[in-house]
């Protein structure tokens, strides 16, 4: 039995989240000289376009020893436009490190950050950094903190010579008396010491008491520190090894692990980064994967250890691993037995931009197409959208930033040169009614040997598309009804306007088929009988036919914001929210601030960052964060170009149908 502790480093741009990697490594004895963020020297941050920056992009991973625990440290982005690579990383945490500037206080990642943690019960620990930068804060950081991500605090400490190159670090000793108080609220046994007599409480109970808290997630421990001078880092290390709760993994048991991030080697060999939770996996052995469904080989394997990554024959229960050899696995696969507890779903909320990706060189485009074929096998949240009719791809993005990202990777590591169109929100489209149609076989100008009649019915937000047959199953060979079933769901990819369609019941009302036919001593005629291709070819005209007479209304993503302004720029902000369809549902006035909450379109969100400076004197902070899906107002309804080949229009669909079969 080994005691692991997989352990995440999360924070918002530029709160020093990579420069305490450093020196948490550093302390530990990984590295002899600490790297500097603004010299690219950082251990964790690898990619050119992270150095050029300063900013970290993929998540990156360092082992080292505290004590008997190895720790698996994972630096993860702390941009919103890399939201992706730390939501698959939180799917492989024990516990977490929330960095917080004593200079910038808690913005808006760190409370989406916050949120996510405590939906997943991470055990979290607070780390207030730059205690030592000009001000830095302290009181009033704290209550900001208990506010704004969670009242379950527990500071660990006082700060001395705040703001000064002397800060530094004391930790409480004994603990304070309050710290009785909250811890129990959460254990019976504590309260009624408590109410006994509040002195008798050993301090070692309350130390493994605030321990078993913090490693229910139920309270989070606040220190502070700075990277830059190692003031409260040894306390910080103390507080990791002590309240963190390292997990005692069974290396017998059968396989179980879960892919968190797929990179691609120097031969275009993928390369697999796996939490292993249970059992070991040697060189050789056959891993099934996804569910079981597919298996591999694995070809070699590389063990973090003592800050890099070490070739070695075994990778046993509770350490991360680079696998090769698993051709097809994705990020998100379970690898061996699945876990019984797994994690769910997305933790944030989906992309609501794309953006075309156009090559300089008309000769890159099939180089382009395979390359960003690649990078989405890396970043799953990152969909792409092939147009074989225009030769063009879409990327789906969180924001402007990852259009660097992905140009500089497509230029270093592919060598193709791109550009982009402007960027547009990514809308979806909902049912506003019922709707059917039917074609029957060799009827009313059907040119296809089947019969497909479907209805399509409004579902309940979220509920995904739900296929049914109101048809006897053995009314016609099984992979007619497939046909059907796979084209229907390709189909909601485009509605009426081009946008999705995500929330659907379709119900197959009628079915028919041309048995096979055969001519004497010449076999199976084709020209007779009905085949896979006729229902993939007539499903879509019966879709779209239905989906026009239910009608569909385009539906655009809505950001909830926050705004907190001087009062005084009331009158200015107001007619700038107006302008860009922002609406304001609470205002609320504390003393010379001012705090407006409400809604706004994704599409006006990058327009109101960039005026919000002006109207506000440069003290305005806003927070914003998607919230749902609301009707597109006005008469202009947003239409997406459509990558099939337009089943709204019979005529040029069928000739297409036509022209492709004669070729």
């Known amino acids: 039995m080994s005691r692991t502790l997989n352990l995440g480093i999360l924070a918002h741009v530029d709160a020093g989240k990579t420069s305490l990697t450093e020196r948490l490594l550093h302390t530990v004895g990984v590295i002899d000289e600490i790297g500097s963020v603004d010299d690219g020297s950082t251990r964790t941050d690898s ?53 917080v500037s004593a200079v910038e206080g808690v913005q808006a990642q760190t409370r989406v950050l916050m949120r996510a943690l405590r939906r997943l019960r991470i055990p979290t620990l607070i780390f207030v950094n730059k205690i030592d930068r000009r001000g830095a804060r302290h009181e009033d950081l704290l209550k900001s903190v208990a506010a704004r991500l969670t009242p379950a605090i527990v500071p660990m400490g006082e700060v001395g010579e705040l703001g000064t190159p002397r800060a530094h670090f004391t930790p409480y000793d004994p603990l304070p008396s309050r710290l009785l108080e909250l811890l129990a609220e959460h254990d019976d046994g504590l309260l009624a010491a408590y109410v006994d007599d509040g002195t008798a409480v050993p301090v070692a109970r309350l130390r493994a008491a605030l321990a078993a808290q913090t490693g229910g997630a139920l309270v989070h421990p606040v220190l502070h520190g700075s990277a830059i001078t190692g003031a409260g880092i040894g306390e910080l290390i103390d507080g990791i090894r002590e309240l963190l709760p390292a997990t005692d993994a069974e290396a017998d048991a059968p396989v179980s692990g879960t892919v968190f991030k797929v990179e691609r080697g120097p031969a275009g060999e993928k390369i697999a980064y796996v939490r292993m939770f249970d059992g070991t996996v040697r060189t050789r052995d056959r891993l099934t994967f996804r569910d079981g469904g597919r298996e ?18 075994a990778v046993p229960a509770g350490r991360i691993a680079q696998l090769w050899g698993l051709a097809d696995i994705r990020i998100g696969d379970t690898v061996g037995v699945p876990r019984e507890q797994a994690p769910a779903g997305h933790h944030f909320a989906p992309p609501t931009l794309e953006t075309v990706v156009l090559p300089a060189r008309a000769e890159d485009r099939g180089a382009l197409h395979l390359a960003l074929t690649q990078l989405a096998e890396q970043d799953p949240l990152i969909g792409l959208r092939h147009d074989d009719l225009r030769q063009e791809t879409s990327v789906s993005l969180y924001g402007e930033v990852q259009k660097e990202v992905v140009q500089a990777t497509l230029a270093d590591e592919y060598g193709i040169d791109v550009a982009f169109r402007e960027t547009t929100t990514i809308c ?71 946008w999705r369609v995500p929330d659907c019941a379709v119900a197959m009302t009628h079915s028919g088929y041309s048995p096979r036919q055969s001519h004497a001593h010449q076999g199976f005629d084709k020209s007779m009988s009905s085949t896979g291709a006729d229902f993939r070819g007539l499903t879509p005209l019966v879709l779209m036919d239905a989906l026009r007479r239910a009608g569909t209304r385009v539906h655009e993503p809505m950001h909830r914001f926050r705004l907190d302004a001087p009062a005084d720029t009331l009158g200015a902000v107001l007619p700038v929210l107006a302008a860009l369809r922002a609406v304001p549902q609470d205002t609320r006035t504390t003393g010379t601030a001012v705090r407006l909450e409400g809604l706004v379109p994704a599409a006006r969100v990058h327009a109101l960052e960039q005026r919000l ?17 609301a009707p597109v107002g006005g008469p202009t309804v947003p239409e997406r170009p459509r990558t099939d080949h337009n089943p709204l229009d019979r005529k040029e669909y069928l000739l297409h149908l036509t022209r492709r079969v004669g070729a």
Do not use: C, W
């Not at 990156?60 to 992706?84: C, Q, R, Y």
């Not at 080989?297 to 063990?303: E, N, R, Y």
């Not at 250890?305 to 070695?312: D, H, I, L, P, Q």
């Open 296 to 313: 591999g080989k694995v070809t070699a394997i590389s063990v973090f250890e003592g800050g890099t990554a070490v070739r070695g024959a």
């Open 613 to 629: 400076p002006g109207v506000t004197g440069g003290e305005g902070e806003l927070e914003t964060a998607f919230d749902h899906y």
């Open 47 to 99: 990619l050119a376009l992270e150095r050029q920056r300063g900013i970290t992009i993929k998540s990156a991973v360092v082992s080292f020893e505290i004590d008997d625990i190895t720790v698996n440290l994972i630096d993860t982005p702390g941009h919103p436009d890399f939201i992706a690579e730390v939501e698959r990383v939180l799917n492989v945490l024990d516990g977490a490190v929330l960095v």
């Open 428 to 498: 979806v489209e909902r049912l506003v009614g019922a709707g059917a149609a039917v074609e029957f076989n060799k009827k009313d100008g059907n040119p296809f040997l089947a019969t497909v009649g479907l209805r399509v019915d409004p579902a309940p937000v979220g509920s995904g598309v739900d296929f049914r047959l109101e048809v006897e199953l053995g009314s016609m060979p099984y992979a007619f009804f497939k046909a059907v079933e796979d084209t229907v769901r390709e189909g909601l990819e485009q509605g009426v306007h081009g």
